[in-house]
DNA sequence: GCGGTAACCTACTCAGAGCAACATCTCGGG
DNA sequence: CCCGAGATGTTGCTCTGAGTAGGTTACCGC
């Protein structure tokens, strides 16, 4: 006889640490239930369903990677600075936790409507984040805010080939740093954007 | 009685339709073969499992994308050109084959090692022709070609962000042309490509 | 002690993947 | 013409795992 909480805390602690071990389809709820030292109706009775399950430890799995954006939003910073830092903290955040960053992001789009919602609803937060840090640094260099849009894309962009990056270290842990990585993002995305920003664009040939 | 060549081709197309419409969990094997108008064992003797089928579906999806990579390889013309049409080629692409993408390709990951094998392969292969790509355009500019991981890198980078901003564009059909994507990422990336070729890096606060 | 509620379990249903064993068509060689 | 081998196809089953109905036990305020 356990209280509500602390079940629901041992619960997730279980099944989070099945989904990274052995992935979403490798794991049954009896399983999980097992491991707890509980039965299945149990898991039904707080969590809904299998997938209800699993999105609640995407979302647990979230919670730094949220703090890492929050933080990296503080404004005493100069925004370049805030950038690198947030990539840094990024990169060493799947470093650390590689098993749960594919387990619960990378694979997790395409594992059902909530599922996809919940990484949606992450992508948007932090795309939000960027947008504002880009906007800050677009309104400095007295670019008109009317591009935000524009802006929003290209935090999309960047968010990205982070992702995208982080993934393909995933896959080769012996090239580089998570300091190497963030550089070569910044490098990647901040010098372009600071082209962009001065004018200095790249037209298709017809218009050239 | 039907050859096997075109059942396969019946199958594959019942299957990616079906697919494409309600998600891998949403179709069963049952109904697939019923809209081909054949039994579930049928479908296990062609393509042996519900995810060996799934990825026939991938692959089938899976060609024109590399086509359009393939075409963008021409060295007849400048790099930046051939990533310009590459990019704007990719984007028609997503464009028209929505529901197929987000299907094969966004959700496929995590949906089995086969599929996801597959689409490491894919993005492999896409990633090959940009390392080539901008591996000359940095033997152009005098850049020593020890410098192939980071090329690969940047490759990774830029995939990742078409990816997501294809991703994005999904989910908000209404913002933009494909030639506007295009654009956005040609001057995300090949703007700071530039700078990075030409040294003017950007170096964290502890260094400068 | 005594309702009442929260925690918990037993014992099922049901869908769907996968397969064994059997049936039927077709076509080339005698 | 026909007959046998391989390809095509089916019936009917097993088994795993998600999800649930209905009942039981422990705890807590009064």
Redesign the interface.
């Known amino acids: 006889m356990v209280p509500r909480r602390e079940r629901e805390r041992q619960m997730l602690e279980a099944a989070a640490q099945l989904f990274t071990q052995r ?3 490798g794991v049954s709820m009896d399983e999980i239930a097992m491991r707890v030292g509980v039965t299945k109706p149990m898991l039904y009775a707080y969590f809904g369903s299998k997938e209800g399950l699993f999105v609640a430890c995407i979302e647990r799995a979230a919670e730094p990677v949220l703090d890492i954006v929050r933080e990296a939003i503080d404004p005493s910073v100069a925004p ?2 805030r950038l ?1 830092r947030g990539l840094l903290a990024f990169f060493d955040f799947v470093d650390q936790h590689r098993d749960e960053w ?2 619960f992001f ?7 409507e909530a599922a ?1 919602a919940r990484i ?1 609803a992450l992508r948007h937060e932090i795309r939000v984040a960027l947008t504002t840090l880009l906007g800050r640094t677009a309104a400095d260099a007295g670019v008109s805010p009317e591009l935000v ?2 802006i929003e ?2 935090a ?10 982080a ?2 270290w995933l ?1 080769h842990p012996e ?2 740093t998570a300091q190497l ?1 963030a ?14 920003l001065r004018g ?3 037209l ?2 017809a218009q050239r």
Do not use: C, K
Not at 106 to 112: I, T
Not at 156 to 165: D, F, K, N, R, T
Not at 186 to 195: K, L, P, S, V
């Open positions: 992935g979403y389809d370049d600075e690198w594919s387990t990378v694979g997790a789009s395409g594992r059902g996809a949606g849009t524009e894309a290209q999309q962009a960047l968010m990205g080939a982070a992702e995208s990056v993934e393909w896959r090239e580089g990585h550089l070569r993002l910044m490098n990647f995305a901040w010098m372009g954007y600071g082209d962009i200095q664009l790249w298709p040939p």
